[in-house]
Nanobody, 114 residues
C-alpha cells in the first residue's frame, strides 16, 4: 500500500499550487480521501475531505473558497488545488485514505513566502 504526495514547493503569497496523491495497493474507490497539514510546532490539522465517489467535498474554514479537493478514481489519484496561498498555509501536506483501513502518505512540503 502506498500514498505518494507530490506537487509541493515554494510559492509567493497569492500564488497557486496543485498537490497530487497517487494511491496504490488498495481499492481506491472504496475510500474517502482527506488532506491534512502540519505546520512547524503545530498539531496536524484536517484540511479537506472528498467522498469515495467524489460526490461531496468538505473544507476547513481556513481554506474554504481557496482550496479545492478532487479525485479521479480510474487514476487512483486525489488532488488539492490551492489558490490565493497565504504564508499561514506553509506546512507539510499529507493525504489520508479512510475506509476498511487507514492509510497515510509521507507528506509534501508547501512553503508560502516572498
Amino acid at each position: 500500500v502506498q500514498l505518494v504526495e507530490s506537487g509541493g514547493g515554494l510559492v509567493q503569497p497569492g500564488g497557486s499550487l496543485r498537490l497530487s496523491c497517487a494511491a496504490s495497493g488498495f481499492t481506491f474507490s472504496n475510500y474517502t480521501m482527506h488532506w491534512y497539514r502540519q505546520a512547524p510546532g503545530k498539531e496536524r490539522e484536517w484540511v479537506a475531505y472528498i467522498t469515495s465517489n467524489g460526490g461531496a467535498t468538505y473544507y476547513a474554514d481556513s481554506v474554504k473558497g481557496r482550496f479545492t479537493i478532487s479525485r479521479v478514481n480510474f487514476k487512483n489519484t486525489v488532488y488539492l488545488q490551492m489558490n490565493s496561498l497565504k504564508p499561514e498555509d506553509t506546512a507539510v501536506y499529507y493525504c489520508r485514505a479512510r475506509g476498511p483501513y487507514d492509510y497515510w502518505g509521507q507528506g509534501t512540503q508547501v512553503t508560502v513566502s516572498s
